[in-house]
């Protein structure tokens, strides 16, 4: 399976750190980096500015579906972000897939 990288945006570092010790400690991601960005949206008819946390989740994409439903408990947005890419493998190739595979597998 290859790997994925999944974005998402959180309002707190807070909330970012525990999305990230959750996914990893469920070995549901590999690795999650976490950077603040501010952010220009129109929500309910309004535009908005907001601090954010982005977070990108670097998985398995089999755990794909089980992030999904993780999401729908621990995301605090009702409207998460979820912007998926694949990851073709660089300069480590095979060697970094399975690493990440081997961090996101299944108990």
């Known amino acids: 399976m290859p790997t994925i ?3 998402t945006t959180v309002e707190s570092e ?3 750190e525990k999305l990230a010790k959750t996914l990893v400690d469920q070995r ?4 999650v980096q976490m950077e ?3 952010s220009i949206y129109r929500w ?4 908005e500015s907001a601090k954010e946390i982005r977070c990108t989740i670097k998985t398995d994409s089999s755990r794909r579906k089980d992030i999904q ?3 729908k408990t621990l995301h605090p947005y009702d409207l998460p ?7 073709a ?4 190739g095979q060697a970094y897939d399975a690493w990440v595979a081997e961090q996101a597998r299944r108990p």
């Open 5 to 7: 990288e999944i974005v």
């Open 14 to 16: 807070d909330q970012a």
């Open 28 to 31: 549901l991601a590999a690795c």
């Open 36 to 38: 603040p960005i501010t």
């Open 44 to 47: 309910q008819g309004t535009v």
């Open 69 to 71: 439903l993780l999401f």
């Open 81 to 87: 972000q979820w912007v998926e890419r694949t990851i």
């Open 89 to 92: 493998p660089g300069h480590a």
